[in-house]
């Protein structure tokens, strides 16, 4: 007989030792992610100093941007909109503003464009049609849902896309087909069917947003 093992007196054969009571128990199963929607996020409380957004199921809450933020997203409108006015190619808007782009996706860019509707600016949800341009200036919270989450649902919209890098003091412009951004530095010039291009210059905007280098 084998010493040092227990044995059972009954049926006469060794009892091999169990492991603790704690390593039985299975772990639980992980709760699945809430998969947010557009009606989610439209029926969350107003948090002041807080966006929520949402992009393929994902929710985005971004704080309060701070002034150089604002300062360049006035510029960016103010531009873009007396440029549209001109040549009858678009209504600019700024955030806070919700762009539903399916089920699972509802966005408030810093400045956007959108098509005309019959000639006038769309008034409702409905009358909105295929966004012209998205635009968002990046700040140190929301560089990933800038860079990452949204640009890869914009593209798959085949929406045009710029992230302004005030840090950095260029500008990435994102189009739908490609897999890297152009990158723009001195100016950018956006252009709308058979309207006049626009010209941006970036160095004023970025002085007026952080003053000189």
Known sequence: MTHGAPVDP????????????????????????????????????NEPGKRFECVDCELLVSPSPRLPHQSAVGSLYEKLAAHAREHGIGAVFMAPGDIE??????????VFVLPLVDGR?????????????????????????????KRGRYQRAAIEYWIVDLEARLLERWLPDTDRPYIHMESVTWSVSDAPPLALALPPLFVDALGDP
Do not use: C, K, Y
């Open 10 to 45: 009954i049926m006469n054969r060794v009892l091999l030792p169990t492991a603790p009571f704690a390593r039985h128990h299975m772990a639980m199963p992980a709760l699945p992610a809430h998969r947010w929607t557009a009606d989610d996020v439209r029926a969350l409380p």
């Open 101 to 110: 782009l399916d089920r699972f996706t509802l966005v408030q860019p810093d």
């Open 121 to 149: 600016r769309p008034r409702t949800a409905e009358e909105i049609g295929q966004p012209l341009l998205f635009i968002e200036v990046l700040s140190p919270s929301t560089a990933r849902h800038d860079r990452v989450v």
